[in-house]
């Protein structure tokens, strides 16, 4: 029976030393979560919301070229109102130039003829904005999908760490069962026992843990994805991803955040230009035709009429506002080119961060497999050995837990990696879903 067990430990140790053998696309289960979230998570659909504003704010702004066409009535009662008496030959004659009631109605219509590109400035102000938050919805999509990505390979990892703690669990209780049957035939010391009985417990406690941090993470997936992930994601899921490794070249053209900040950038440019077109004049039309009383001599009688001109407006002074928004204005772009700068710095950083952080973890799992392949070796020794009696029970449950501790050891570097190669495609904006 001892040896059916050590059998089926060494075939799961080689079973989660597959998990990088090639470089694959991500598994259906992670996609399907992915675009399950993207669909469900409210602040993306903020977002959007957001990014619809903004395209709105820009045909408001479009709209500014356009003719205003308006329909005006009023009426105004007035009084006194100014009478003049004419003395002529017999009688006299009371002239009113505008009556009490005043009654007009006109379809007006006023046009910008030329604002010096104020317009055009605002317009490609409310196109940057409008960039920016769509550039913003695309980077919270981005952001999320990979925070899915790292949840799903957290679970895979602790459910694959379980499995090995269960495996552990019942060869202990295999061995506690064997060493108490060979104290009551006086082969074995209470030591030995209490040893094993130890180690049961802590093997046990460190399955609680493991569970426990499993359903946080399972907490945590459902939370963005708005449903539950426990029936997705197979028992028997691996580390597997595209292992292409990304370039910095990519991560500069590529990463979200940079792109946000080079959006932010573009935008205090348009606000320069239209700061700087502040003081610049207006050239505008207006007309109005329609039906009013008050037209000398009749005053009582509605008539048509109509009114047409142009209206010039130049700025002259406004407490020197204009010229400290420009100033304003041009801080605030040399602001945003050192955030951009800063953002390019810090993209590189990363980048290097990751892929020192790839190289170490695939350089550790080559050890651990190593390492792994040595221990499966030693316990098939110990397993001989303990069988010829040259060695005690305890002994042998020690050579069977270093390999427990080497597998956990090798799963920890494949997640290490994984999320190593997660970090790398974030940082380049690689989309896998």
């Known amino acids: 029976m001892k040896k059916n067990i ?44 957001a990014a619809a504003i903004s395209a709105y704010r820009t045909r408001v702004a479009q709209s500014q070229n356009l003719p205003v066409l308006s329909l005006d009535a009023s009426y105004t009662r007035i009084d006194p109102v100014g009478v003049i008496t004419l003395p002529l030959p017999g009688n006299e004659v009371r002239t009113q130039f505008q009556p009490n009631n005043n009654y007009n109605t006109a379809l007006t219509l006023n046009q910008t003829i030329w604002d010096f590109g104020r317009t055009a400035a605002n317009v490609e ?16 999509k981005h952001t999320l999908a990979y925070q899915v990505a790292a949840f799903y390979y957290g679970i895979v990892f602790l459910q694959k760490s379980i499995e090995v703690q269960k495996a552990q669990i019942q060869l202990l209780r295999e061995n506690e069962k064997v060493i108490a049957d060979k104290i009551k035939d006086g082969d074995e010391i209470d030591y030995n026992l209490i040893a094993t009985q130890v180690r049961y417990k802590n093997a046990e406690t460190r399955l609680v843990d493991l569970q426990t941090q499993l359903d ?7 939370t963005v994805t708005g449903k539950d992930a426990r029936g997705i994601i197979p028992a028997d899921a691996e580390f597997v991803w595209n292992a ?8 500069q053209t590529g990463n979200w955040d940079l792109k946000l900040a080079q959006n932010r950038e573009q935008i205090a440019a348009r606000d320069l230009g239209i700061a700087q077109r502040g003081t610049l004049p207006t050239l505008g039309f207006n007309g109005s035709a329609g039906f009013k009383n008050g037209i000398v001599p ?24 204009a010229k400290q928004q420009i100033e304003i204005a041009k801080l605030n772009q040399k602001l945003s080119q050192y955030t951009t700068e800063t953002q390019q710095l810090t993209l590189k950083s990363d980048v290097e961060q990751a892929q020192n952080d790839l190289k170490a973890a695939q350089r550790k799992l080559e050890m651990y497999a190593q390492q792994v392949q040595q221990a499966q070796y030693a316990v098939k020794l110990a397993n001989t050995r303990y069988q010829n009696g040259v060695i005690t029970n305890l002994d042998l449950l020690t050579s069977q837990t270093a390999l427990e501790e080497s597998q956990l050891g090798e799963l920890q570097f494949k997640y290490q990696l994984v999320l190593a190669q997660l970090q790398l495609g974030r940082l380049a904006g690689s989309k896998f879903w």
Do not use: M, W
Not at 7 to 35: D, E, I, K
Not at 216 to 222: A, D, G, H, R
Not at 244 to 251: G, K, R
């Open 216 to 222: 946080k993470q399972y907490i945590l997936l459902n």
């Open 298 to 321: 009749e005053i009582d009688r509605f008539r048509f009429n109509t009114l047409a001109g142009v209206r010039f407006l130049l700025p002259i002074y406004s407490g020197h506002r």
């Open 244 to 251: 292409a490794e990304a370039e910095l070249n990519q991560a």
């Open 125 to 140: 102000k409310s196109r940057a904005d409008e960039t920016l938050a769509n550039t913003g919805v695309e980077s919270l």
């Open 6 to 49: 050590q059998t089926s430990l060494l075939f799961f140790g080689l079973c989660v030393s597959v998990g990088f053998a090639q470089a694959v696309n991500p598994p259906n289960p992670l996609v399907s979560l992915v675009r399950q979230s993207l669909d469900y998570y409210p602040k993306i659909k903020e977002q959007q919301q």
